[in-house]
């Protein structure tokens, strides 16, 4: 038998929500309760026009903040069942969640939750023990839970080409001062809700740098520090490019993430092949897949990083009004 959620149980699973990804942590969602149930809804007060003209990143992060709202109910034995772009009139309106049948949480979705506090970037080298195969194999198999595919890049050669295109369009990015002044704009050297603290940033780029690095912080980093020859990169992709995809890909982004803490490992995203549609389109004839990439990750085992700052519940949930 279905029951109502209740204010405390939708705050609570809000909480959570919060803590997931967002480019520049901007924190791009809102979440409505409505009619005994809760909504996503992008903020676009806090989107990046620089960065994310298109509001790809922003629906990403909205997806992935829906993961963790999902598994927060579940956890709670109060799962949801969810409505992708529910009102054909309120485009920003993209998910909506109702009460479906209570039942135990699994020990997967018990895992998966546990994970949420743990889950952060880390932007730092990483050790060069590798990923063993079963872990590998557990990441892939989360991304195709949530109707997303996980390619990771393997081998000397194809890391390299990889590299290339992401050099590129982190080259392209950086010429464009409009896209400087942003990225400068959220970068935080004292307390905030948001953005990137200057303390979580990784070290400034080297030229010897395989990958392009978003320093924030720009700290140098310490002598024999280098980041790793031969790092493990998975891309994330969806089957297309709409809005939906975009939101199911921002799921299973965020459940990638989650099992790979709950393996021990870190993960930094690299974002810059997917910013430029060019070095997109390159990167998805080079993995000769079907579907869309949406989101690069670099894996593996490293020093634990540090949170970043989040708004607040009150700030970002709004309460029931009545439909018209």
């Not at 546990?114 to 080298?125: E, V």
Request: net charge neutral; aromatic share 6%.
């Amino acid at each position: 038998m279905e029951t109502d959620f209740t204010v405390e149980q939708l705050r609570a699973a809000a909480a959570d929500a919060v803590r997931a990804p967002s480019l520049h942590n901007t924190q791009p969602w809102r979440f409505r309760l409505r009619d005994g149930g809760i909504e996503v809804t992008l903020d676009r007060e806090r989107r990046l026009p620089a960065t994310d003209p298109s509001g790809w990143g922003a629906r990403i992060a909205c997806g992935a903040a829906l993961f963790n709202l999902r598994l927060s109910l579940a956890a709670a034995g109060t799962p949801a069942k969810v409505r992708l772009r529910p009102y054909p009139t309120e485009t920003d309106v993209l998910a909506r969640l109702t009460p479906d049948a209570p039942r135990r949480p699994t020990p997967a979705e018990q895992s998966l939750y546990a994970a949420i506090p743990h889950r952060f970037s880390n932007r730092t080298p990483f050790w060069p023990d590798p990923v063993p195969a079963d872990v590998r194999w557990r990441l892939g198999e989360a991304a195709r839970a949530e109707q997303g595919w996980l390619e990771l890049v393997i081998g000397v050669s194809a890391v390299n080409a990889f590299a290339e295109i992401a050099r590129s369009a982190n080259r392209v990015l950086e010429r464009d001062p409009a896209y400087r002044a942003e990225l400068a704009d959220w970068v935080r050297t004292a307390p905030a809700p948001d953005g990137i603290p200057a303390a979580a940033g990784g070290p400034l780029g080297e030229p010897q740098d395989l990958l392009p690095s978003r320093g924030f912080g720009g700290r140098d980093r310490a002598p024999g520090r280098d980041f790793e020859p031969e790092p493990l990169v998975a891309v994330l992709g969806a089957t297309g490019n709409t809005t939906t995809d975009q939101v199911i890909a921002g799921q299973a982004l965020q459940r990638v993430l989650l099992t790979a803490t709950d393996a021990g490992l870190g993960v930094s995203m690299l974002s810059q092949p997917i910013e430029v549609p060019g070095a997109r389109e390159a990167l998805r004839l080079s993995l000769g897949r079907f579907g869309t990439p949406q989101m690069v990750m670099r894996i593996g085992y490293g020093q634990p990083g540090s949170p970043t700052p989040r708004r607040s519940v009150d700030e970002v949930l709004d309460l029931p009004v009545a439909r018209a």
